[in-house]
């Protein structure tokens, strides 16, 4: 019987998160945290050995299944990228399992194809804003949204509703990041509503997240020419903008702080009021201790992660 396994990575945002709502630049990093998901044909749906039900079936999966219009398959999902915490879970599973499924129905996998189905199913399953993790976990290593870029550069175009954003691949030097974990699962969809709400009725609001964008083309600057001093020092610039938008929380703040003795820079990272902060560092046995020490789970990150695979 024809098994096809695919897998795809988790990302992190290096800057930009809020403003790419409203088309600013933003940039993110795909981590070495993958879902792997193997399918093969059988009577009737199971996950995991289990019998689906909507319950133990994400809505991401459902979506693809009907969109593709594939028979039941027995479905296998391995590895795990947390899930709540910004770091592009639900998008990591469903680049794997749109890969995996095309494959078995003589679909193309390529990473536009996937990176746009992935989207869809994010959209419908959560309204989400931007197609920045979908894209991150398809094409893997970094990506750029909305940056003027190169022709060989540019990945893919990607349009909802009043909005567009310009996908493009960047150079990532090499570089390590510790992402700590709070553990306190945020919502995405309330944070995104919070900041539209403020932007809309406060111009403050509004410079701040054309800020962002400013202080993302920087950055994007910046990792070009491998100046990671000035990198880290954006991201920790980033992070107070976005404190001011009301996203952070007193457990971010509190291990971004307790980072940045031993890091060029650090940050929240993603949607924030929760989920994870993020340094840039040479020194991450310490931001690691810093960041167990204010009650956080740390993950040691290299770049250069590979997007999604099937085979
Ligand atoms: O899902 P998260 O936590 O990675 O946050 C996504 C980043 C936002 O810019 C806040 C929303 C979006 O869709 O781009």
Excluded at 73 to 87: A, N
Aim: glycine letters at 10%; proline letters at 5%.
């Amino acid at each position: 019987m024809t098994t096809i396994s695919a897998s795809a990575p988790g990302k992190f945002v290096i800057l930009g998160e809020h403003a790419v709502v409203y088309g600013k630049p933003a940039l993110a990093l795909a981590i070495d945290m993958r879902f792997s998901i193997r399918v093969s044909r059988s009577n009737s749906y199971k996950v995991n050995g289990q019998a689906a039900t909507p319950y133990n079936m994400s809505p991401h999966m459902r979506y693809i299944s009907d969109k593709i219009g594939t028979s039941p398959v027995s479905i296998y999902v391995d590895g795990r990228v947390p899930s709540g915490s910004g770091l592009g879970s639900s998008a990591a599973l469903s680049n794997a399992y749109a890969a995996a499924i095309s494959a078995l129905e003589g679909l193309p996998t390529d990473k536009e194809t996937i990176a746009r189905l992935a989207y869809e199913a994010e959209y419908a399953s959560q309204g989400r804003g931007s197609p920045m993790d979908t894209s991150a976990s398809a094409n893997g290593y970094g990506i750029a949204l909305n940056v003027p870029y190169k022709e060989e550069d540019f990945l893919w175009h990607i349009e909802k509703e009043d909005n567009a954003w310009d996908i493009s691949k960047i150079d990532v030097p090499k570089m390590t990041f510790v992402i700590g974990n709070t553990g306190i699962k945020a919502a995405t969809g309330p944070l995104v509503e919070k900041v539209r709400k403020y932007r809309e009725s406060n111009t403050f609001a509004a410079g701040i997240v054309d800020e962002i964008g400013d202080v993302t083309l920087d950055g994007l600057e910046a990792m070009k020419n491998n100046d990671l001093e000035e990198l880290g020092a954006l991201m920790t610039y980033d992070h107070k903008l976005l404190s001011i938008l009301g996203v952070s929380c007193n457990e971010l703040n509190h291990m971004v702080e307790a980072a940045i003795p031993y890091s060029y820079g650090a940050k929240l990272t993603g949607s924030g009021g929760g989920g994870c902060m993020v340094a840039l560092t040479d020194r991450p046995e310490k931001v690691a201790k810093a960041i167990r020490a204010h009650g956080g789970t740390p993950y040691v990150i290299h770049t250069g992660v590979k997007g999604v695979t099937v085979k």
